[in-house]
């Protein structure tokens, strides 16, 4: 734990949506106790997006890092918004490394990832606000990424999963259905899955439990 000195230099202030501590209801780290730190902005516009990522609140660091004391588990997860995106993404992992946190994130892989991250949830899109070709992945995050995660819409085009070598790979490939028409989106994973058993289905287990 830092010195006493050490708390009394964390001034800055730093914009954040929400932080707060829940269990991780998706992907590798399912059910594991997480504080998620949710960054304001993004430079996507998906029409389902389930975050209102447009607003702020200005955390002092010191109350950020109080924050991260409040429980004994030492996983982080960075969201959004797109945390790639934001400018005190940097001082977020360093007051988090320096409590001796395990960061994961999950971005939408338009922007590289800081190497202090340790866990990178990938997860494309499609809606880009004409910046970048649907779907985009900047070069820098093929190799980062430990888990895709591309959710399934009405719209989603499986031909986009081709570009992916599961082969031999050690990366996990997920598939989340869009809630608004779960059970039409769950179905067309599922038989997706029988012809691809790369692939594998990923649900927000989060909603299924009601909490956030
Ligand atoms: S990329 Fe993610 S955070 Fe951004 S609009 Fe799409 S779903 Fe929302």
Redesign the pocket.
Known sequence: MPSKNADTKLEKSIQLNEVFWTLQGEGRWTGHRALFVRFPF?N???PW?D?D?SSFEKWNEKNFVDMTRQEKAKLAVLT???PMAHKHLMDVIRLLKGEGFVIACET?GSLPVPKEVDWVTT?P?R?TQGKWEPYFIHPSVLNRTNEWKYVVDADFDFNILNRHHTKGSEQIFSLSPEYSEFEKNTHRILEFIKENPAWKLSLQTHKWLGIR
Request: net charge negative; charged share 20%; aromatic share 22%.
């Open positions: 993004c996507y516009d998906c997006c975050t990522y959004g918004g797109e939408n997860s899109k809606y």
